[in-house]
């Protein structure tokens, strides 16, 4: 049986999310906006799965906004903040690039945009963070809660805090955290938050911006009144069904998921410090409780994951849109890492379905590969 150490690129669909879409897959023709009885149908399985999803980030229903992928979010979040009123935005330097991107096409129509420095173990530091924003007036912020690739979390409360301070919005991208860690709006002190479906088990193509009612926002998409025009467009209601219904799931099972990642990680990690060639990143600190990232020294990563690949299992080799770019990851770079060690790096990342028998394959195929390198 092949080993699916991906979890963060994508999971997959779980039986009982698919369970919950399939009346509006299959079920009569039915727009939400329509006002028969099956319009209204399909109209409360959007309202209901926005109280889940609401309730998965420890928000208000109505700040909810659909959108088609954390992407769409996180573009979102950005531009439509921005549009709004010009200005300076900053942004974490291992976000990703759905944020990174976003603010950088910015530059073009006036914005000041900067990148927020991280350490060498991949953390934004307060006084740093406090004294650039210090230089010049902001108005937004976007900081991730943890990272794909590295699965370091920021010390989101303590930033936020600083952030607002200086008179910013906050936006958090919790692609990665949500389902994995407790998240919570408040607590984190998000102005703005991003978290998508299909990282949680539930279909790809549907997410959402959760957005504060005071924060000014510009609609990037116009058309019909859909989330009350901020969105316009017909909503994909069985995909927002099961994203609701994942997210339902991820609030029940957070703690049994979360114990059975952690009992793998412990065992993957014990079983890397046997191997001395291996760099770990983002060591000593917070991390996704799913992932691990590392370099076996002298090999490349690609090279290293098409040989995994080729003994059944499935790992990447940093974020899933930078692999096969052959571009070395821009979070290591930031923390640091020159470009041949960062370009050494692999991901592993657990989900529900892995068993420590799995973690024990994996480590003894990493200690043969690197064996022969010995060798
Ligand atoms: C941290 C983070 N933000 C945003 C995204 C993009 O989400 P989506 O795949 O739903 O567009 C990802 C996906 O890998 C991610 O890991």
């Given at each position: 049986?092949?080993?699916?150490?991906?979890?963060?690129?994508?999971?997959?669909?779980?039986?009982?999310?698919?369970?919950?879409?399939?009346?509006?897959?299959?079920?009569?023709?039915?727009?939400?906006?329509?006002?028969?009885?099956?319009?209204?149908?399909?109209?409360?399985?959007?309202?209901?799965?926005?109280?889940?999803?609401?309730?998965?980030?420890?928000?208000?229903?109505?700040?909810?906004?659909?959108?088609?992928?954390?992407?769409?979010?996180?573009?979102?979040?950005?531009?439509?903040?921005?549009?709004?009123?010009?200005g300076?935005?900053?942004?974490?330097?291992?976000?990703?690039?759905?944020?990174?991107?976003?603010?950088?096409?910015?530059?073009?129509?006036?914005?000041?945009?900067?990148?927020?420095?991280?350490?060498?173990?991949?953390?934004?530091?307060?006084?740093?963070?406090?004294?650039q924003?210090?230089?010049?007036?902001?108005?937004l912020?976007?900081?991730?809660?943890?990272?794909?690739?590295?699965?370091?979390?920021?010390?989101?409360?303590?930033?936020?805090?600083?952030?607002?301070?200086?008179?910013?919005?906050?936006?958090?991208?919790?692609v990665?955290?949500?389902?994995?860690?407790?998240?919570?709006?408040?607590?984190?002190?998000?102005?703005?938050?991003?978290?998508?479906?299909?990282?949680?088990?539930?279909?790809?193509?549907?997410?959402?911006?959760?957005?504060?009612?005071?924060?000014?926002?510009?609609?990037?998409?116009?058309?019909?009144?859909?989330?009350?025009?901020?969105?316009?467009?017909?909503?994909?209601?069985?995909?927002?069904?099961?994203?609701?219904?994942?997210?339902?799931?991820?609030?029940?099972?957070?703690?049994?998921?979360?114990?059975?990642?952690?009992?793998?990680?412990?065992?993957?990690?014990?079983?890397?410090?046997?191997?001395?060639?291996?760099?770990?990143?983002g060591?000593?600190?917070?991390?996704?409780?799913?992932?691990?990232?590392?370099?076996?020294?002298?090999?490349?990563?690609?090279?290293?994951?098409?040989?995994l690949?080729?003994?059944?299992?499935?790992?990447?080799?940093?974020?899933?849109?930078?692999?096969?770019?052959?571009?070395?990851?821009?979070?290591?770079?930031?923390?640091g890492?020159?470009?041949?060690?960062?370009?050494?790096?692999?991901?592993?990342?657990?989900?529900?379905?892995?068993?420590?028998?799995?973690?024990?394959?994996?480590?003894h195929?990493?200690?043969?590969?690197?064996?022969?390198?010995?060798?």
């Amino acid at each position: 049986m092949p080993i699916y150490f991906d979890h963060n690129a994508t999971t997959h669909l779980d039986a009982r999310v698919l369970e919950a879409m399939m009346p509006y897959l299959s079920g009569p023709a039915a727009n939400p906006s329509s006002l028969h009885r099956y319009g209204r149908l399909a109209r409360d399985a959007i309202e209901a799965a926005r109280v889940q999803v609401a309730q998965l980030v420890g928000a208000q229903p109505r700040d909810v906004i659909w959108t088609s992928g954390g992407t769409e979010a996180n573009n979102y979040a950005i531009k439509g903040v921005m549009q709004a009123a010009r200005g300076r935005v900053l942004y974490g330097a291992t976000e990703h690039p759905a944020v990174m991107e976003a603010a950088e096409s910015l530059r073009a129509g006036g914005c000041e945009v900067e990148a927020i420095p991280v350490d060498r173990r991949g953390i934004i530091e307060a006084d740093a963070l406090a004294a650039q924003l210090a230089r010049a007036p902001t108005r937004l912020v976007s900081i991730m809660r943890a990272n794909n690739e590295t699965g370091v979390i920021q010390d989101l409360p303590a930033l936020a805090a600083i952030v607002h301070a200086a008179g910013a919005w906050l936006h958090v991208d919790a692609v990665q955290a949500a389902g994995k860690l407790a998240v919570d709006m408040d607590q984190l002190g998000a102005d703005l938050l991003t978290v998508s479906s299909h990282k949680i088990y539930g279909p790809k193509g549907i997410a959402a911006l959760v957005v504060r009612s005071d924060v000014e926002l510009e609609a990037l998409q116009h058309g019909g009144a859909q989330e009350r025009g901020r969105r316009g467009g017909t909503e994909n209601v069985a995909a927002i069904a099961g994203f609701g219904r994942a997210a339902e799931l991820a609030i029940e099972e957070l703690d049994p998921r979360t114990q059975h990642y952690a009992q793998l990680i412990e065992q993957l990690d014990a079983g890397l410090r046997q191997i001395p060639e291996i760099v770990m990143f983002g060591d000593g600190v917070a991390r996704l409780p799913n992932t691990r990232q590392f370099a076996l020294s002298g090999y490349d990563g690609e090279a290293l994951l098409m040989e995994l690949d080729r003994k059944g299992i499935a790992v990447s080799s940093g974020s899933a849109c930078a692999s096969g770019s052959g571009e070395p990851s821009h979070v290591l770079l930031a923390m640091g890492f020159d470009p041949v060690t960062a370009k050494g790096a692999i991901r592993v990342s657990v989900g529900v379905v892995n068993t420590t028998d799995e973690v024990a394959r994996f480590l003894h195929v990493l200690a043969e590969i690197a064996g022969t390198l010995r060798s």
